[in-house]
């Protein structure tokens, strides 16, 4: 029998509150069936210590979260930059994670053409190494409301064009995040484009609520906002994309409240964009 939770992954800040290991045996218990770690989970357990207890608990790896921030003033900054990413495509190796995401990054005190040809000359400078470790560098274009110190990538048709750019390299992918791009309306289009090219690694689901009264932090849970899910998913699927449906919510109001309760309603949601 076909399972949909055989398709559902979260991102383990989306349950915050919870340690990494936490975070495994509790989406393990629930049935979810892959798990995409935040660098900060390694600053107490190693890589690979997670990475094998999430594999030993039935769950996949999907991805790791985040590498980018290529913008830099000085040439120092911009190196230091592809240094830590490099790191971060080792801690994905470690972890068995086949992606990394990438936010990648925009400084207010720049233009953003500069800043695009920043990421993709850092980008560019991480191909091998990312290659060698077999790990995809997702691009992930983020709303156009970070563009000024989080991304100069906005749209869908942007991250295409990076990949282009990049010669349409196989290590490099767009992991499209509804949050940033369901107000565009050439979305499934380029969700097409993208699959067709190869390049639609990664799909990140949660909502947009109304009021959002803070631009990071207050992500909703999806059916609780005004993104078309059901629509989206089904063009993600339609356009052949295989991989997980990762739940990625950043939420004070989810975070301080009670997480098995928030885990049951993430899944019940989950359930409900695909019937
Ligand atoms: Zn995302």
Redesign the pocket.
């Known amino acids: 029998m076909n399972n949909i939770l055989d398709k559902l992954a979260i991102h383990t800040i989306t349950t915050k509150p919870w340690s990494a290991e936490e975070c495994i045996t509790k989406y393990s218990a629930a049935g979810v069936s892959g798990i995409t770690f935040w660098r900060y989970n390694f600053e107490t357990s190693s890589p690979r210590d997670l990475g094998n207890q999430a594999r030993d608990a039935g769950l996949e790896v999907v991805s790791l979260?985040r590498g980018g921030f290529f913008p830099a003033e000085t040439q120092l900054g911009r190196q230091t930059a592809i240094d830590d990413n490099h790191r971060a495509i080792d801690e994905a190796f470690e972890a068995g994670a086949p992606s990394l995401?990438l936010v990648c990054g925009a400084l207010a005190e720049q233009s953003l053409e500069k800043s695009r040809g920043q990421i993709q000359d850092g980008i560019a400078a991480c191909i091998e190494h990312a290659q060698q470790a077999g790990v995809i560098l997702a691009i992930?274009p983020l709303h156009p409301m970070y563009a000024e110190t989080r991304s100069a990538i906005n749209s869908m048709q942007q991250a295409a064009q990076l990949c282009q750019s990049l010669d349409n390299h196989p290590n490099v992918g767009i992991?499209c995040?509804v949050?940033?791009t369901w107000w565009d309306p050439t979305l499934e289009k380029e969700i097409e484009h993208a699959a067709k090219a190869g390049n639609l690694t990664a799909f990140?689901i949660c909502d947009w609520i109304t009021p959002t009264t803070d631009l990071l932090n207050d992500r909703a849970l999806m059916g609780e906002g005004c993104i078309e899910l059901k629509k989206i998913s089904a063009a993600v699927m339609e356009a052949g994309f295989k991989g997980h449906h990762?739940v990625?919510i950043f939420s004070n109001r989810w975070w301080g409240s009670d997480q098995d309760q928030y885990l049951s309603a993430i899944i019940h949601s989950f359930n409900n964009i695909q019937k």
């Open positions: 979260a995401v992930e992991a995040d949050y940033h990140h990762e990625e």
